[in-house]
């Protein structure tokens, strides 16, 4: 593996490896991670062209935690605000030894052009472009499940909400199908859903009581307004009269069944309050898994290296 750019065509073996690397990375209390020299003298540049609280930070903290020098990009305040353009900057940071670019992009495919670009020594890792791939996230949701329920050969997992504009829910699919899990549903309002979802593997549900009913696992998405133009955009009290998760709909899921969200969340928009900080939710573990992930992640990609 050079670079990271989706989960989709990756092997189950890869996938496996990634996951099996995260787990050397935590202690037993699962909240741990151990520093190691993997990365010793290389240098990580984040270049997040899109706001970021958890994504950034652990992969600032697992850059770190793999001995590597980090550079956190303040895209605001660069040269990207007078009009340099993206492989400009790539090439500019290339000239200061970049080893790893970690990008996020509003734009698809961005972090495709800049593989393409950089050097063959030059690894890049998407941290989230546009509506296509989050692949750490997908990654790091795939070590939550495998943490909880241990194999995925038995599990009927729900994916909720607004499915046409998240990366998430793409990276997601990709790992679950490919990893084995019995059936994966994605459940949202039509509007939500996109037509290519069924092709994907998929089952959809346009009713929430049926999507969720005997899962072991839901991750809820969140309602994406800033990628929304006023037709499609529900008002919050609608949407999570039909769509959010409350206690009383969690019922319907398996009684040991576990709540995701990758985050950031909205609190009585797409799930209910009581459900965040329930017992059944693991959304704070997810962030903490998170750092483990990325430093499997960059450790595969560029750790073997002198
Ligand atoms: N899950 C996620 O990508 O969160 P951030 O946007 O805060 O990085």
């Known amino acids: 593996l050079i670079h990271l750019l989706s989960t989709e065509g990756l092997s189950k073996d890869i996938l496996t490896q990634i996951l099996d690397t995260a787990g050397n990375f935590v202690s037993v209390n699962d909240r741990e991670v151990k520093k190691v020299p993997l990365l010793r003298g290389k240098s990580v540049f984040n270049l997040f062209f899109e706001n970021s609280t958890r994504t950034r930070t652990t992969f600032e903290i697992a850059a770190k935690r793999l001995s590597a020098d980090v550079f956190n990009l303040d895209i605001a305040r660069s040269s990207a605000s ?72 038995n599990l009927r997992v729900a994916i909720v909400g607004d499915v046409l504009h998240s990366r998430v829910a793409r990276s997601d699919i990709h790992a679950l199908t490919t990893l084995g899990a019995a059936e994966v549903r994605v459940v949202g309002p039509r509007t939500l859903v996109p037509s290519d979802m069924a092709s ?91 750092i483990a992930v990325r430093m499997a992640v960059m450790s595969i990609v560029a750790g073997n290296e002198a």
């Open 82 to 153: 007078k009009g340099e353009t993206l492989l400009d900057t790539i090439d500019n940071l290339s000239a200061m030894a970049a080893d790893i670019f970690v990008v996020r992009h509003s734009e698809s495919g961005a972090p495709y052009l800049i593989a393409k670009h950089v050097a063959p020594h030059v690894h890049v890792v998407n941290a989230g472009d546009g509506r296509h791939a989050h692949p750490t996230q997908g990654l790091l949701d795939m070590y939550t499940i495998r943490h909880y329920k241990k194999d995925f050969s």
């Open 200 to 290: 994907m593997g998929v089952r959809v549900f346009h009713n929430l009581e049926e999507g969720i009913k005997d899962c072991d696992v839901i991750i809820m998405l969140r309602l994406q307004n800033e990628r929304m133009s006023g037709a499609l955009l529900p008002s919050s009290q609608e949407y999570f009269k039909s769509f959010g998760l409350t206690e009383k709909r969690l019922e319907l899921a398996k009684p040991d069944a576990i709540v995701m969200h990758p985050g950031p969340i909205n609190r009585g928009v797409e799930i209910d309050s009581a459900v965040v900080d329930g017992p059944q939710a693991v959304i704070l573990s997810q962030v903490t898994f998170g």
